[in-house]
């Protein structure tokens, strides 16, 4: 600037000299005709001069380039509009426009200095950098184009454009690059640095959007109404699978354009018809029609709310479906555990298939499977296992669904030595094993489970008719990876480890033994387990053992005592079993029986023919009644036997019909019969399902699972409280829920009790001014 | 009664009359064995005393998982009875009996 302060007076650059020889070639610039090196560099170094040594010279290069650009733009307005055809008129414009706007590139480069000059005046050249792309000759260029040829000519063009696209979408071919060009020229079109995209939007985009609205609001009940829903389905998912496309392709990619167009067809074709489409969806998915309703979940997941009433549709479905099945195959079931909880996986397979085909198993649709597979899980109407209602006298019994039961008894037979699990491979046994754990997940109650799951673990144990130990013990690892309370699991384990103790320590008995006393040695094992592991309630059940036995237990008792201290021993003779020789006139049998069974047994062994009535048996064992007629039952009608080990009458119905006077006698004929024919010599086993669980421990079996449930609570309730010292009832529900889910579902009148109890006892209290809330007491 | 000394008659009698009508071949005893205390549960850690002690049920889940039993009993000459690592900790901040307050001496351990 200070050099051109200096050369101030060097008059002969003034603009006025310089513009004529500028002019024609800017002229042919415009018109896209040919300049040579030398005019190209010529009006460089005009635009240089003039701008350098003129002080008003910019301004008017400006308004001189202004002018001579209007008057092209002028030329080519009525170039265009000389068309009267839409396809001539829009391929004219376009034509015109991609013309002028390469040209909207090359003209600004002489008039850089200008530019600077311009800018030098008005803001500080720092700014210049910044807005470099946004030169003010392609801004004038763009916005007289604007100004005069598109605002003239603007709602022809759109209008041409949208007729090209309602004929492309009714099937008729046309050059898309027509439609494409006008886009061009409405988003190049827009100088507003701002909003680039401005003019764009507020013509082309929003003409576009329209239209297509239009035609599908139009179109889409007609065919609807002549094709039904289902087909209807599929025309909207290709329709909206087309115009996404088209969109692609007409809309300007970066913008958005392409989503809000896709909302407004999604609108048109889907929401609109919503319910109609929904209705259909029950009756699909009882069809189990996968492919449809995979049409119809990818249309509803585009809705809002459009998901729900299908997974509505589904838990229903399951509901409904499965509680049929369960009640149509119920007489088998519900004699069976193992084709229930067979019927019951087949039936979550069903499901699980069902939501992957048609849901890609969406985990909306999971949830909603999981809830309503829990309610079939759980449901009481096929089986119940009734629950005694504790403390509360008059209260009725709560039913809970036997599925926990019958899925212990399931592991049972696959972990014990049966045909079931003979039959089977390893891998087959521990895929029905997993098959179970996924069951039990569902299964509200599992305090139910871990209850006859412990109570078969213990007779596999005790009698050694595990299949296989390696299984048993991966089973309790599964049981603690899906969550099973620490301390039960424990103590499965623990009951493994004392199997192992227990073998070592009958191993030294005999090794200590063998030398002085052989036989007895020989004919005992002992099994000495951990009470806290394996014992529960008060089940133990006293016997007057047959001296035979008897004899045994001192011996044991004095090698137990030296090997440990501080410990005291109890037997559990409803626990321990033998085997026994049975010799009459037809030959000879080894027998496996209970204990009970044995001391029942050997008291003929002095009078081996007499006849013995009940009341003597029951004085000579000292049984208590109920078990002493379970034993006898179990010897007078063992189920597999055709002849019996025992003999009684008068006849009767079941085990409590024995009167006092009821005599036995030993079957002197007593052989086993294999094919019709008499074996002199063989073994037979009439254990059975005897073992362990005596007639009192099954009431308290029962009982005891209520009695722990209360305890739980409780003791659930006070770690809330001691954390949160206050908490709302609604609250204190919820994360009891949670708390105990591993265990059991505790019922709202079980919480309410409890929390009544513990306020009745000061552990809480209720808040003054709010009786809904609970303060801890301390 | 009179029933067991016939018993005895005839189990004396074995050697000469081998072919009595029911002989035991083998017997499958089965006992529980727990720690001979007056109170199940310990008083220091509140659990029961044939279960670990509540710090070897925190600290070695690992072993407790196998059953490890070396969480064992201790009596005091009080006769009051602890897991003997509860104890163990107990006595080093008072050497007393925590139900009894007589000065803590053990009296026997469990094995």
Known sequence: ?778 | MADDSDVNDRGDGEAQKPEKMFTLKKWNAVAMWSWDVECDTCAICRVQVMDACLRCQAESKQDARYGRQDCVVVWGECNHSFHYCCMSLWVKQNNRCPLCQQEWSIQRMGK
């Not at chain 1, 839409?86 to 991609?98: G, H, P, S, V």
């Not at chain 1, 018809?273 to 492919?291: D, P, Q, V």
């Not at chain 1, 596999?460 to 309370?485: F, Q, Y």
């Open chain 1, 1 to 778: 600037m200070a050099v051109a302060a200096m050369l101030k007076d060097k008059g002969q650059l003034m603009f006025e000299d310089k513009w004529p020889s500028m002019r024609p070639i800017i002229l042919k610039l415009l018109q896209q005709e040919p300049v040579t090196q030398n005019e190209w560099q010529d009006l460089f170094y005009s635009v240089h001069l003039v701008c350098l040594w003129d002080e008003k010279g910019p301004p008017k290069v400006k308004e001189a380039l202004k002018d001579d650009i209007m008057d092209f733009i002028k030329q080519a307005q009525q170039r265009v509009l000389s068309h009267q055809e839409d396809q001539a008129l829009l391929k004219a414009y376009i034509a015109e426009w991609r013309k002028f706007f390469t040209q909207c590139n090359y003209l600004p480069t002489p008039f850089r200095q200008l530019e600077t000059s311009l800018a030098g005046k008005t803001s500080s050249s720092v700014q210049k950098k910044a807005q470099n792309d946004e030169s003010i000759v392609r801004k004038l260029m763009l916005d007289s184009w604007n100004q005069s040829i598109f605002c003239d000519i603007k709602q022809r063009l759109q209008d041409s454009a949208m007729k090209l696209v309602h004929a492309e979408r009714n099937g008729e071919a046309f050059d898309s690059l027509l439609v494409i060009g006008v886009r061009e020229s409405y988003v190049n079109l827009c100088s507003n640095p701002e909003d680039k995209l401005q003019i764009y939007r507020e013509n082309f985009e929003k003409a576009y959007i329209e239209a297509t609205e239009a035609f599908y609001k139009m179109k889409a009940p007609q065919y609807l109404q002549a094709n039904g829903v289902q087909n209807y389905m599929k025309y909207a998912d290709s329709k909206l699978r087309e115009e996404e496309q088209r969109a692609h392709k007409y809309l300007e990619s970066c913008s958005g354009s392409v989503q809000v167009l896709t909302d407004c067809c999604v609108n048109v074709l889907v929401s609109t018809f919503k319910s109609t489409i929904l209705a259909e969806c029950a009756g699909m998915i009882k069809a189990n029609e996968t492919e449809r309703l995979q049409l119809m979940f990818k249309l509803m997941d585009r809705v809002p709310d459009g998901i729900q009433p299908m997974l509505h549709d589904l838990e229903e479905h399951i509901m409904s479906a499965g509680l049929a099945d369960m009640v149509a195959a119920a007489d088998v079931i519900t004699q069976d555990s193992e084709k229930y909880v067979e019927r019951l996986l087949e039936l979550f397979k069903q499901f699980s298939v069902l939501v992957s085909k048609a849901f890609n198993d969406d985990p909306r649709f999971l949830t909603a499977r999981d809830k309503a597979y829990r309610h079939v899980v759980n449901d009481t109407q096929v089986f119940r296992l009734e629950l005694p209602a504790k403390q509360t006298g008059g209260l009725k019994a709560q039913p809970e669904s036997k599925c926990p039961e019958l899925l212990a008894n399931y592991c049972d037979m696959l972990l014990r030595k049966t045909p079931l699990s003979k039959k089977l491979t390893s891998d087959e046994i521990e895929s029905k094993l997993k098959d179970v754990l996924l069951v039990l997940k569902y299964v509200q109650n599992k305090d139910v489970f871990m209850r006859y799951h412990k109570a078969h673990l213990t007779r596999r144990l005790i009698l050694d008719t595990s299949a296989d130990s390696e299984k048993e013990e991966n089973m309790v690892e599964w049981l603690r990876e899906v969550g099973m309370p620490a301390d039960y699991v424990n103590k499965l384990a623990r009951m493994f480890q004392d199997i192992k103790v227990s073998e070592d320590l009958n191993q030294q008995f005999k090794e200590t033994y063998r030398s002085s006393r052989g036989s007895i040695a020989d004919s005992i094992n002992i099994k000495i387990l951990n009470a806290g592991a394996w014992a529960r309630g008060s089940e133990r059940v006293t016997v007057s053992l047959p001296l035979e036995l008897e004899d045994y237990i001192p011996e044991v008792e004095d090698f137990y005592k030296k090997k440990h201290s501080g410990r005291k021993l109890q037997w559990y003779h409803h626990m321990s079993n033998g085997t026994i020789t049975f010799s009459n006139a037809v030959g000879r049998f080894d027998v496996d029986v209970t204990t009970f069974q044995m001391a029942v047994l050997f008291a003929w062994n002095q009078r081996p023919l007499e006849r013995i009535p009940y009341e003597n048996l029951r004085l000579a064992t000292e049984l208590p009644d109920p078990e002493l007629r379970r034993t006898l039952w179990s010897l007078v009608a063992f189920p597999k036997l055709k002849r019996q080990v025992l003999q009684y009458s008068p006849e009767v119905q079941s085990p409590k019909d024995f009167e006092e006077n009821t005599m036995f006698w030993v079957n002197q004929e007593f052989a086993l019969v294999k094919n019709g024919k008499l074996q002199r010599r063989g073994k037979i086993n009439l254990v059975g399902r005897l073992q362990l669980s005596t007639e009192r421990s099954k009431e308290e079996d029962n009982e005891s699972i209520v009695q722990l449930r209360i305890l739980r609570v409780q003791e659930a309730i006070i770690k809330i409280l001691k954390m949160r010292k206050h908490i709302s009832n609604a609250q204190l529900q919820s994360e009891l829920v949670d708390i105990l889910k591993n265990m059991f579902l505790p019922s709202k009148k079980m919480i309410k009790e409890q929390v009544e109890w513990l306020i009745e006892h000061k552990y809480m209290r209720r808040d003054e001014d709010d009786i809904n809330t609970f303060i801890y007491m301390a």
